[in-house]
Structures are given as C-alpha cells and as structure tokens.
C-alpha cells in the first residue's frame, strides 16, 4: 500500500515554514508556531482526523497574526494534495458533525481537484486571545485552493468563539479523514469523469 506523505518547506521574506503529514497516522502532532491558538486548533485538527502533523513555523507576528496563519494554510492544503497522491480508491466525499458545548459546527469536504470554500460563520468575538477570528476564513480559503478541494463550513449556532472555532477545525479533521480514507470497492478514481 502506498505512503501517503508529504513534507513541505515556505520561506518567503514573512515567514518559514516546515509542515509534514501523513493521512495514514494516528493523529499525533508536533506543532511549534508563533501563532498559540492556531496551534491549538491544529493539534485538535490532528488528533481527530488521525492524522500525522509536523509543523515547524517562525513569522513576522511583531505585524499580526495574518502572514504566518495564511503560509501555514497554504503548505498544508499543499501537503494534503500531494500526499493524496492520484486520489485512487478514495471515499472521496466527507461529512461531520461536531458539538462543543454551545457550539454545533458542520464541515463537509469534496476531493473534487475544484478548489472552492463556503464558509457560513460568524463570530461573536473579534479576536480569541490575541487571534483575529477572521484569519479563520482566511486560513481555510488558502488550504482548499491549495488543496484543491471543495469545502463548505457551517457553523450552526454557538455563544462562545473559541467553542465554535474548534468545533470547525475539529470538523474538518473528521470530515477531511472521510473523505480521504481508502474504501476496498471503490476501483480507480471515485468520479463518473474518470479523473479527479
């Protein structure tokens, strides 16, 4: 059976980036940026989705927050299609459903090679801690184009922001694993098109 794996490294005149994940793991991460909540969130978006994540990342956050959330989302989309390989034997479609307290968050993911993002979200909070909430949006709209798939984000209702954004990062670990996960019937590329 073929390794899905795939190591990435960024560096630009904002940021440094190394990021490895493996879709076949058991959900251990070592997350080491200058963003605390986003490495919560990812750590979450590991454990759940059993994926293997290494993430090694310096950024210019004396700014903000923003350059280095965008990069980290760009190399991770990038690490997921690659690893993916050429998507044979794939669900290729996930959905999940995830409650956290008075949250309720929703993602539903499509391997489609048709990168698009609905994200149906809004928070009560500007900035958890020291994370502008809208780097959110932001994060998830560069990893489905560099991923290269169809993401839609829901979030149902919820009063606390921190609740309902791991909800979505937990959600998205769920669904992502569905819709990646090998499935014994399926022979080739799972779309009536032939290619993915």
Not at 11 to 24: R, V
Request: hydrophobic fraction near 40%.
């Amino acid at each position: 059976m073929t390794s899905r794996n795939y190591e990435i490294e960024r560096q630009t005149n904002e940021t440094n980036i190394a990021l490895s994940i493996n879709l076949d793991g058991e959900g251990n991460a070592a997350i080491e940026s200058p963003v605390p909540f986003l490495n919560h969130m990812l750590q979450g978006f590991a454990r759940h989705g059993l994926f293997d994540l290494s993430l090694r990342a310096q950024g210019d956050t004396e700014i903000d927050d923003h350059h280095t959330t965008e990069d980290i989302g760009i190399c991770l989309g990038t690490a997921i299609q690659k690893a993916l390989g050429d998507k044979r034997g794939i669900k290729r479609f996930g959905n999940s459903f995830i409650p956290m307290d008075d949250a309720l968050a929703q993602v539903i993911v499509d391997v489609s090679n048709r990168p698009h993002l609905e994200f149906r979200a809004t928070f009560p909070t500007e900035k958890v801690g020291a994370f502008d909430t809208e780097l959110v949006h932001e994060f998830f709209w560069k990893l489905a184009l560099e991923a290269r798939i169809n993401l839609h984000i829901i979030v149902h209702y919820g009063s606390n922001t921190h609740h309902m954004i791991e909800a979505v990062f937990k959600a998205f670990g769920k669904a992502l694993d569905e819709a990646t996960m090998r499935d014994e019937r399926v022979r080739g590329v799972p779309s009536t098109k032939g290619s993915l």
